[in-house]
């Protein structure tokens, strides 16, 4: 979620803003491939997660689309995660192959020798403390993974899990019975003091209101205006697996496995500078476990400095805005070329051309959001620290007063059924948004450090 806009009012809404009062493309696709034969494996990598692996692997069993394998990958765990999933599994009749490492490497390069030593069409990336809320939720990124060529990964919606999604998960039959056959094992996290569970709450409460605003209004607009987000969201992810493999072959000659602090940015930005895009499917949800508010700073700074990190490496898709006219012109050939019209005879909406020579000549439409998303991120929390150095009380006041107002009516719009409950969670987590904000001052600073004085380029997840 390295791409939350700071203030309501600005570029990056505008454009969504326009795509939603536009609508998508309304190119029939006519796709080349059929999803019904793809053949889907599910990649779990995992470390030290016993309370959470469980309800991931039986969430999988409830799919309608069933993966051919399931593949554990335990990245040097110290708790009995492989031990209970292994239980699991065999009581399930799931297929599940388990990896073990020693010492940990990471999850990015999880994903990279999966890729590799894997032949599925599809890999779906899972986290281990995500659990698919639909039975259809692999059946939908499928179906529409193949919507087009040039759809290179899908996501659904994420939202936080609370106390109480968990322990409907527990109580349910397979998991309920699995844990009377098997009484040692407790899949119940520490309820901790008051205190933990305080900082739970806020933070389910703070995610649950940005995500929603994030992903039904920003996300929505930028796919009816590009037919993209910027990358997927990394709990629940389906990739075209020869894509990924490509691409990690590209990349791992020049950077290693040192690529950004969050895969799924790096791995998003980099589909984009191909021509690939990155869809979001609004109608399956994955609830995932997040970190407690004292948590929220590493996690702000793992999503915006890879964000920051990812500018860096793809600069020629950053400078896509100033290849606009270039661009148009290059379009415009081409619909008065029948030669080439008479080639395309697979419609694809939102269709470009593939290819890093493309991006470096005329840029993508995507580059837009990129750009305006860095900007953003650059020059809104200067011009607030400006503000409070300069003791300019008032203009902040009003600006502050005025977006918050803005915000909170917009995200109370966007949920009709409730909206008097959630302007009061605007309102109470405005202040977690303007700390987060402030404090991607400090990732901004330490990614300049890293780029500019220490020459640090050891960026990895």
Avoid at 94 to 120: F, M, N, W, Y
Avoid at 121 to 128: G, P, Q
Avoid at 168 to 180: D, K, N, T, Y
Avoid at 242 to 249: N, S
Wanted: with cysteine; net charge positive.
């Amino acid at each position: 979620m390295a791409t939350v806009p700071y203030f309501v009012i600005s570029p990056n809404t505008v454009l969504s803003l326009v795509g939603l009062v536009h609508g998508p493309d309304k190119t029939e696709p006519t796709p080349a491939e059929d999803w019904r034969q793809a053949v889907v494996d599910v990649v779990i990598p995992a470390r030290n997660e016993q309370a959470n692996i469980v309800l991931a692997l039986e969430c999988l069993l409830q799919q309608t689309l069933k993966p051919r394998k399931v593949v554990l990958v335990d990245d040097g765990s110290e708790d009995h995660t492989v031990e209970y999933a292994q239980r699991f599994a065999a009581e399930n009749g799931l297929a599940l192959e388990v990896i073990r490492r020693a010492h940990s490497i990471g999850k990015t390069p999880t994903i990279k020798r999966q890729s590799r030593e894997s032949d599925a069409d599809v890999e779906l990336v899972l986290d281990a403390d995500t659990v698919l809320v639909e039975g259809n939720y692999i059946e939908r990124l499928v179906q529409e993974l193949y919507q087009g060529v040039g759809i290179a990964s899908a996501c659904g919606v994420v939202q936080p899990m609370r106390e109480k999604d968990r322990r409907a998960r527990i109580q349910g039959e397979r998991i309920a019975s699995f844990l009377q056959h098997n009484p040692d094992v407790s899949l119940y996290q520490p309820a901790g003091t008051w205190w933990h569970r305080f900082n739970r709450n806020i933070t389910n409460l703070y995610r649950g209101e940005l995500y929603a605003f994030l992903q039904r209004f920003v996300y929505r607009g930028q796919m009816m205006t590009f037919g993209s987000i910027t990358n997927p969201v990394g709990c629940a992810v389906a990739y075209r697996r020869k894509y990924i493999k490509d691409l990690f072959d590209t990349y791992e000659p020049i950077l290693g496995d040192d690529l950004t602090n969050s895969e799924d940015i790096f791995i998003g930005f980099a589909l984009i500078n191909r021509g690939y895009r990155n869809i979001q499917v609004q109608d399956v949800t994955a609830l995932s476990l997040e970190p407690e508010a004292t948590n929220l700073p590493k996690q702000i700074y793992l999503w915006s400095s890879s964000f920051l990190q990812s500018c860096y490496y793809f600069d020629d898709l950053m400078r896509s805005p100033f290849k606009s006219w270039r661009r148009w012109r290059h379009r415009q050939a081409e619909k008065h070329n029948p030669e080439l019209q008479e080639k395309r005879k697979i419609k694809e909406a939102y269709r470009q051309p593939f290819g890093e020579e493309f991006t470096r000549q005329y840029g993508r439409p995507m580059g837009w959001v990129l750009f305006m998303s860095a900007f953003e991120k650059v020059s809104f929390p200067t011009v607030i620290l400006i503000m409070i150095l300069l003791q300019w009380w008032m203009p902040l006041l009003i600006t502050l007063a005025a977006e918050t107002t803005l915000s909170v009516g917009l995200m109370a719009a966007l949920t009709p059924k409730e909206r008097v409950r959630t302007a009061i969670k605007g309102i109470l987590m405005t202040p977690i948004r303007y700390m987060s904000l402030l404090y991607d001052m400090v990732t901004i600073g330490r990614f300049a450090t890293d780029l500019w004085l220490t020459g640090n380029r050891k960026w990895r997840k």
